[in-house]
Nanobody, 123 residues
Framework: QVQLVESGGGSVQAGGSVRLSCAASARAFTTYAMAWFRQAPGKQREFVATINGDGGMTQYAPSVRGRFTVSRDNAKNTVYLQMNNLQSDDTAVYYC????????????????WGQGTQVTVSA
């Protein structure tokens, strides 16, 4: 089991930027695909971005492509989500997730989840 701890959330005005971090306790961190999901009030959890073990492949939800960037530092067992040009629709709790093997955009394939960090974007 992998323990994941997110940080970096907060309140920001529309058009601003936030960087989230997710520290993982996993051994052999490079064997894990990592992902970010989010859940807004009254909505289902949705996929945001994913990155493979060596960081060479990323995928994004259409709603964030071009604004968000997922990256990882395997020496620090940490994955990041840089969020730029934030809009009110980006307000949500953001979750980090881990799975062995290839990436996936489906939450059900991820075995381990962080506790979430709130991002609030005001107009």
């Amino acid at each position: 089991q992998v323990q994941l701890v997110e940080s970096g959330g907060g309140s920001v005005q529309a058009g601003g930027s936030v960087r989230l971090s997710c520290a993982a306790s996993a051994r052999a961190f490079t064997t894990y695909a990592m992902a970010w999901f989010r859940q807004a009030p009254g909505k289902q959890r949705e996929f945001v971005a994913t990155i493979n073990g060596d960081g060479g492949m990323t995928q994004y939800a259409p709603s964030v492509r071009g604004r968000f960037t997922v990256s990882r530092d395997n020496a620090k067992n940490t994955v990041y989500l840089q969020m730029n040009n934030l809009q009110s629709d980006d307000t949500a709790v953001y979750y980090c997730a881990a799975k062995r093997g290839p990436t996936s955009m489906a939450a059900g394939f991820y075995d381990d989840w962080g506790q979430g960090t709130q991002v609030t974007v005001s107009a």
